[in-house]
């Protein structure tokens, strides 16, 4: 089993930055993927960022690809989602997840998930 720690989520203004964390922790070693997720009121969850352990092929969704930068320290057990410029429509739960010894998908089909940190711009 894996445990996923958001943090760093806020209340920012349009155009600011934020850094979201997480920490795995548990059974880490069997997570070849891990992907960050949102949501936000009414709609469905939705694919952020993904990147395999190792820090390859890292994946950005359309919507965020020059504004966010996934990186994850295998050493540290950690994954950080670099996001700048925030627009009001990023504004959601952000959920860090992990995907058990298969490839990553868009698809919110992850075995572990965090409990989420929320991101509001205005």
């Known amino acids: 089993h894996v445990q996923l720690v958001e943090s760093g989520g806020g209340s920012v203004q349009a155009g600011g930055s934020l850094r979201l964390s997480c920490v795995a922790s548990?059974?880490?070693?069997?997570?070849?993927?891990m992907g960050w997720f949102r949501q936000a009121p009414g709609k469905e969850r939705e694919v952020v960022a993904s990147?395999?352990?190792?820090?390859?092929?890292?994946y950005l969704a359309a919507s965020v690809r020059g504004r966010f930068t996934v990186s994850e320290d295998n050493a540290k057990n950690t994954l950080d989602l670099q996001m700048v410029s925030l627009k009001p429509e990023d504004t959601a739960m952000y959920y860090c997840?992990?995907?058990?010894?298969?490839?990553?998908?868009?698809?919110?089909?992850?075995?572990?998930w965090g409990q989420g940190t929320q991101v509001t711009v205005s």
């Open positions: 997840a992990a995907r058990a010894s298969r490839a990553c998908t868009i698809l919110p089909e992850y075995d572990y």
């Open positions: 548990g059974d880490i070693y069997s997570s070849d993927c």
């Open positions: 990147i395999y352990t190792g820090g390859r092929g890292p």
